[in-house]
């Protein structure tokens, strides 16, 4: 497995903007002709909004600005940081929706099985379970993939107007776009930051903080926003 943290910045930026360019070049006519033949429907289940299905939900930073608006709680750095310097601080590329202490891990704003702000909800929960990137699968190729977690959730029998399946298809393209652009530009700033500051990823003090803090020690994250950090301290749990 490769640990990206380790991947010179400039070759995953590099990365990153073929990705971009890739999407920008994959016709949403393709996919809208994938998404009428899979026939997805929402069973409203709401597995979802729980992490145990789902990982977290990280927010684009319009998103972020909206939830700050709604209840600033419902937000945390996302996990995983990117990066740790070598006195021992953190650094992530953007905010998750926090999730509630209970068995399922839902989200902040999931109610009694539904979605307590979901006129309002945000760009990841109005696309998914669409989606458009590239992963390898079990034999290790690597191809497009349009829906999450298929077979696993909903029901797969509804006639989808063409209209309706090329606007999923726009609005799928346009999320995932504004994903690599956040991924790009948190990239280009920490490597400012850290140059300016005198920084270096050390994985040493990244894996070290991280023992300490799955036994409770907080740590120091700076979560990125709007082109600039937000410094937080994180405790477990
Ligand atoms: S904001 Fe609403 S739709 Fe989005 S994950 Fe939370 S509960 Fe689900
Ligand atoms: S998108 Fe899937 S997991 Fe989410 S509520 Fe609908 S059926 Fe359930």
Same mark, same amino acid.
């Given at each position: =497995? ?8 400039? +070759? ?18 393709? =996919? ?6 899979? /026939?997805?429907? *929402?069973?409203?289940?709401? /597995? *979802? ?38 006195? #021992? $601080? ?9 999730? /509630? ?19 309002d909800r945000f760009a990841i929960c109005?696309? %998914?379970? %669409? ?22 959730? #909903? ?16 609005? $799928? ?15 280009? %700033?920490?490597?400012? %930051? ?6 270096r990823h050390v994985q040493k003090v ?6 300490? +803090? ?7 994250? =700076? ?15």
């Amino acid at each position: =497995m490769i640990i990206l943290s380790l991947v010179p910045i400039p +070759f995953r930026i590099s990365a990153l903007t073929q990705e971009q360019n890739s999407l920008l070049a994959y016709p949403i006519e393709q =996919m809208a002709t994938i998404v009428r033949d899979v /026939k997805f429907r *929402c069973t409203c289940c709401a /597995k *979802c909004c729980t992490r145990t299905f789902n990982g977290h939900v990280f927010l684009l930073d319009r998103d972020v600005r909206a939830v700050k608006t709604i209840d600033p709680e419902a937000i945390e750095p996302a996990p995983d940081p990117e990066f740790c310097d070598q006195n #021992g $601080t953190y650094y992530v590329s953007g905010y998750a929706l926090r999730a /509630k202490a209970d068995d399922a891990g839902s989200c902040w704003f999931l109610e009694n099985g539904k979605c307590r702000i979901y006129a309002d909800r945000f760009a990841i929960c109005r696309i %998914y379970p %669409y989606m458009l990137h590239r992963e390898p699968d079990e034999s290790g190729t690597v191809d497009w993939r349009q829906i999450s977690g298929i077979d696993q959730h #909903g029901e797969y029998d509804r006639e989808i107007p063409e209209d309706e399946a090329l606007t999923i298809a726009r609005e $799928t393209k346009e999320f995932e776009h504004a994903f690599l652009s956040q991924e790009i530009a948190f990239l280009e %700033y920490v490597q400012e %930051y850290f140059s300016e500051h005198r920084l270096r990823h050390v994985q040493k003090v990244y894996d070290d903080r991280m023992r300490a +803090f799955s036994k409770g020690i907080p740590i120091r994250v =700076m979560a990125y926003f709007d082109g600039r950090f937000e410094e937080h301290i994180v405790r477990k749990g």
